[in-house]
């Protein structure tokens, strides 16, 4: 019997950590999610098992690696080799946050680079492409030895932003930080708005003694960062702001972790409304100024054209976006 060529065919499946945006993924993809299970024994180890073939397939398992990091990392790396034992044509991950982003580099004697440690796992394991959202530092692409999509929430922001009438020389785009510096200018750019910049005397000083670079006086205030863990860095820039004369504030990040009591903080801060996009499903609770901005169009956008072998450039100033 001659052999059959047979083409690989597209399936997404999503793990625990953000089935949510897994679902919208799909929706906009036009694919239903594959059957998986995913349980963990009482001693916390995790059983995958993939409820139908996958045989000949290119995989798109979608997984952020938040809160707990750890487990949703490792059930990843279950998955994958899950799919490369069950002769998966390709096996691509989806990352919307990519966890441990933040370490990576030396920043003390003897300390890890973690990100790098994750980047060799994801490779061992068999992965063979990565798709995420905003990394922490744009450097850790280089950590990997296959392709790695950095999709980019900016355009979004700015489409919402101009929606609002929140442009023009009445608006400033505020970096939190110093480290900021290029992601407010591009939020900026796109609003025709100037930027302001809150710095700090020295680096162990107290937040409260920030101090801005740029006119906020009033202006309405977009602070811009991409990770809002704790919510105390927006918080104490929101309050430097309202000492400056802003006479709006409002605040955008990628990825929404609210660690560590941040409703609590931001609740009481002259915030107007907090913007994230939905990378993170998180069970902590939220400020009730936060406003969610869907990234699942832009990602499965970007699934198709991987699977069909499209360029990807279009999506970095993509701009559509659902409530």
């Known amino acids: 019997m001659a052999n059959q060529h047979i083409d690989p065919q597209l399936k997404l499946f999503s793990l625990s950590s953000n089935t949510d945006i897994a679902e919208k993924i799909a929706k906009a993809a036009g694919l239903p999610l594959g059957k998986v299970s995913s349980r963990q024994f009482s001693d916390g180890e995790i059983m995958i098992n993939i409820e139908e073939s996958v045989r000949g397939d290119d995989i798109f398992i979608i997984q952020s690696t938040s809160y707990p ?68 530092a744009v450097q850790v692409q280089g950590f990997f030895d296959i392709a790695v999509d950095n999709l980019f929430t900016i355009p979004l922001f700015a489409k919402y932003y101009t929606e609002k009438g929140l442009k023009g020389s009445d608006v400033v785009v505020v970096s939190p930080k110093n480290s900021g510096v290029k992601r407010a200018r591009s939020l900026a750019e796109y609003l025709d708005a100037p930027i302001a910049i809150i710095d700090y005397a020295q680096d162990d000083a107290s937040r409260e003694e920030g101090y801005i670079i740029g006119e906020v006086t ?67 609770k939220i400020p009730s100024t936060v406003k969610y901005l869907t990234a699942s169009g832009l990602i499965a956008d970007a699934i198709v054209r991987i699977y069909n072998r499209q360029p990807l450039s279009p999506l970095f100033a993509y701009t559509s976006h659902e409530d």
């Not at 890890?112 to 060799?120: D, E, G, M, S």
């Not at 811009?224 to 802003?246: P, Q």
């Open 69 to 136: 990091v750890n487990d949703h990392l490792w059930e990843l790396l279950i998955m994958v080799d899950a799919c490369k034992r069950a002769s998966a044509n390709s096996v691509n991950v989806v990352i919307p946050y990519f966890g441990y982003s933040r370490q990576d580099r030396i920043a003390a004697s003897r300390e890890p680079i973690t990100a790098k440690l994750v980047a060799n796992m994801l490779v061992k394991a068999g992965v063979e492409r990565v798709l995420t959202l905003d990394l922490h």
């Open 218 to 284: 009033g202006k309405k205030a977009i602070l811009i960062d991409d990770i809002l863990n704790t919510g105390k860095t927006f918080a104490e820039a929101a309050k430097i702001l309202e000492r400056a004369g802003s006479t709006e504030i409002y605040a955008a990040a990628s990825h929404g972790l609210f660690a560590g009591g941040a409703a609590e903080i931001l609740d009481v801060v002259p915030i107007k409304e907090i913007l994230v996009t939905d990378s993170v499903a998180t069970k902590e």
